[in-house]
């Protein structure tokens, strides 16, 4: 039977960039979500309620907004812009395969 080749053989070499990137970065967004969410809401629990219960119940959903905010925050910083001349489109040559988008420009004194 063939079988598929491994995932990173079929992986180019900007793929793997990229995938190395936004994959360090969820982490480090993740726990630094995780330790300002979880200091935030422990901070805003014992400011607003006196039960110990409702304190730890606000740090864990200040530690769960937190790991949200920080994975979205660092896989964004992830991005890049693609090389000039290297964007991809949908046809091979965008301009001349759709005439509609473009028109002639004449200098006409109105």
């Known amino acids: 039977m063939n079988e598929d080749p491994p995932r ?21 967004g993740g726990a630094i979500g995780l330790a300002c969410g979880l200091a935030i809401g422990a ?11 409702a304190v730890a119940t606000s740090a864990i959903a200040g530690s769960i907004f937190g790991v ?30 759709r005439p509609e988008a473009t028109r002639e420009e004449h200098d006409e004194l109105r």
């Open 8 to 28: 990173t053989q079929r992986e180019t070499p900007e793929q793997r960039r990229i995938h190395t990137r936004i994959g360090g970065r969820l982490v480090l």
């Open 43 to 53: 901070l805003v629990g014992m400011w607003w309620f006196d039960r110990t219960g």
């Open 68 to 97: 949200a905010v920080g994975m979205l925050v660092a896989g964004y910083s992830a991005l890049e812009s693609p090389d000039p001349g290297k964007e991809p489109s949908d046809t091979e040559r965008p301009i001349l395969d």
